[in-house]
């Protein structure tokens, strides 16, 4: 891919509304642009990210047999009055009426619907457990939407759903995912942490929460040496104890800040009983199914990972999810035709062997051109001038140790251009 066709939007002033780093360098680096409180259009380059985390999550969720669905965002009020949570979701829910005075939400979660959704075809224990997920915008009607698209009005989530003829079969399957999850934020390369925590106003009998740890987190959890805890909501109730303080001094535990990314949960019966969810046992007797859900947010994933990857000139992405793994920058190609075809010869050998790079043949000089990559944060670059043209050598610099040295060409076979 070349920025000729591959627009970069990098800007140089502070965006006036940005409180956390990743706000502010997700609008400079050209990843977002702000529609209105809490809602973000995403330009190319962030979108790149978004579909890097978004097809590692796919990978792992269809490892463990769960398979992608797509729902609507806009749900009818029935199916919320039905589960009994039309009246007890509060505000954050966003009402309307279409034009035939049929009363719908814009979904913030999907409970309601994949359980509608599979009971129309369910009826014999043998089909069961089924797992489905999708990737999807969601919508919740914040009071006051902050830190980018951290906390949002609309955001781009991945929900899970499993069905079950009984509470040993999800057991199974919690414990399947939570193996996924952590492989998840490994392959995503963050510092995390899974935590016991509320289920709050999804329910069921038991949840957890992935944390990435970050100064800038609106969470507060408790963790050992060992990185194991949970939230302060959970550790009050645990030790019958309101002052947190006096809960660190009881266990050794560490207060640290935490940007919640994924959470899940046993459902139980919560839904599938309110709903009407049966099937047929080997005994021919109705039974209720159960039922787990497993969130990761997707769109806040990009905000957390930024969080903990910067540095004074900009993002320092890791490997898995920058927008590339490479970026191949010219100096002058404009005016030397020599310049120009040895970067079009680096560029079609980075091509030929599937790295993922980006050629920035852009008409800036040198200055600027590391400058955007350096605030855009991709992890190699590649520098060809007239000394590299007439030596048939690259300058190499590393994003995150900000080393350089002139490398020869067999330097891109090297295990860090592959993807």
Known sequence: MKT??????????????????????????GMIRKVSSGQYNWLPLGYRVLEKIKNIIREELNSIGCREILMPIVQPSELWRESGRWDKYGPELLRFKDRHDREFCFGPTFEEVVTDLIRQDLSSYKQLPINVFQISTKFRDEIRPRFGVMRAREFIMKDAYSFHTDSKSLDDTYNKYKNAYNEIFKRLMLDFTMVDADSGNIGGSESHEFHVIADTGEDEILLDESLNGMNTEIAIKKFNETDVKKIIEKTGMKLKKGIEVGHIFKLGKKYSEAMNVRVSDKDSKLK????GCYGIGVSRIVAAAIEQNYDEKGIVWTDSISPFKVVLIDIDSQKNEDIKNYSEKIYSNLISKNIDVIYDDRDLNLGKKLTDWELIGVPNMLIVGNKETEKEKLTY????????????LNFLDDKRFKN
Do not use: G, Y
């Not at 610099?397 to 020869?408: H, I, Q, S």
């Open 4 to 29: 000729s066709d591959f627009p970069i939007f990098t800007v140089k002033n502070e965006p006036s509304d940005s409180e956390v780093t990743s706000h502010k360098l997700m609008i400079k680096s």
């Open 397 to 408: 610099k590393n994003r995150a140790t900000d080393e350089k040295e002139e490398v020869p």
């Open 288 to 291: 209720t199914v159960h039922m």
